[in-house]
């Protein structure tokens, strides 16, 4: 289930009626300002994060996993509750709160193809109620950004928004940081120089041979391990990786869809419009035309 589809109440402002799907893709902002009401104990397939942006203190309940707080929700605090938590709330005054729900994959891919990290399944820590002033300014940042409908606000809220995960991978992420028992030695590390050199070599053929050089394995030896970790072959890695990136060089409207083709790396204009289209569903055009 959604978190969206129990709201009591409808927001103010929601992203994804203003931003682009690119934006989209990152996380989902939500304005209320509600009356005391309540929303039924459920799970969610999504993280999500409240964070209150009202002036005065306010009674809130929250049940969680089969714990009940009733508590004094302060100015500048925030909520979150990972993907898989059975989560229900009741607000005894008047609400003023912004809600980020964001998909766990879109996490995943965001911070290891943004930042090198690899998460754990949980990806996030379940944070009851913790003051955090920062991540508070920056979600009311994204809000403004949102509703200044001015010319470059959705670039703007784009930048925002991967700011805003950034801060918020940094304070509450679950990483990897030693191993798993089964990786056989397929670290953080080696995921990270992995990736600086597909990004370094994005317009040159990539080999699984220069990847596992990288990685100071075997060839046959990393992709087993690469596959194990990662949840991707190195050729499948390399290719969504390619593709992320024409997205980005697909949003400069006057570019040549054969000069993003050639370079992210692809042989050619139709061997890029075949990969992006099995990859995302929709040609390099079509995708260009919904930004």
């Known amino acids: 289930m959604r978190y969206q589809d129990v709201y009591p109440s409808e927001a103010l402002l929601r992203s994804c009626d ?11 902002l939500e304005f209320f300002e509600a009356e005391p009401a309540g929303m039924p104990t459920e799970v ?5 994060l409240l964070l209150n ?26 909520v979150l509750t990972p993907a898989g938590i059975r989560s229900g ?15 766990p994959a879109s996490l995943d891919r965001f911070a290891r193809s943004e930042l090198g990290l690899i998460l754990t399944p949980r ?3 379940d944070v009851p109620q913790a003051s955090d002033p920062d991540l508070c300014m920056a979600a009311a940042m994204l809000l403004d950004a949102l509703g200044s409908r001015a010319t470059g606000s959705e670039i703007m809220y784009e930048s925002l928004a991967r700011v805003f995960l950034v801060k918020l ?4 992420g679950e990483q990897r940081h030693e191993p798993l028992e089964f990786s056989r030695g397929f670290t953080a590390g080696h995921y990270k120089r992995v990736l600086d050199y597909v990004e370094a070599h994005l317009g040159e053929p990539i080999a699984i041979e220069d990847l596992a050089r990288v990685a100071g394995m075997s060839p046959a030896h990393f992709s087993r391990l690469f596959k194990e970790v990662i949840g991707d072959s190195p050729y499948q890695f390399v290719m969504n990786y390619r ?3 024409a997205k980005k060089m697909l949003a400069d409207q006057g570019r040549p869809l054969a000069d993003v083709a050639l370079a992210c790396g ?6 890029f419009g075949r990969i992006f289209k099995r990859l995302t569903g929709v040609t390099p055009g079509e995708y260009r035309a919904g930004l």
Not at 169 to 172: A, P, S
Not at 266 to 271: E, V
């Open 89 to 103: 709330w009741y607000w005894h005054e008047r609400s003023k709160v912004i809600v980020v729900t964001i998909e």
């Open 266 to 271: 692809f042989a050619d204009q139709p061997h």
């Open 44 to 48: 969610f397939a999504q993280h999500h």
């Open 169 to 172: 991978l940094q304070g509450y």
């Open 18 to 28: 203003v931003v682009r799907p690119r934006a989209a893709e990152l996380l989902n």
């Open 53 to 78: 942006q009202r002036d005065a203190p306010m009674r809130v309940e929250n049940w969680r996993d089969g714990s009940h707080r009733d508590f004094i929700y302060q100015p500048n605090e925030i």
């Open 243 to 245: 593709v992320e990136q």
């Open 123 to 125: 990806q996030l820590q």
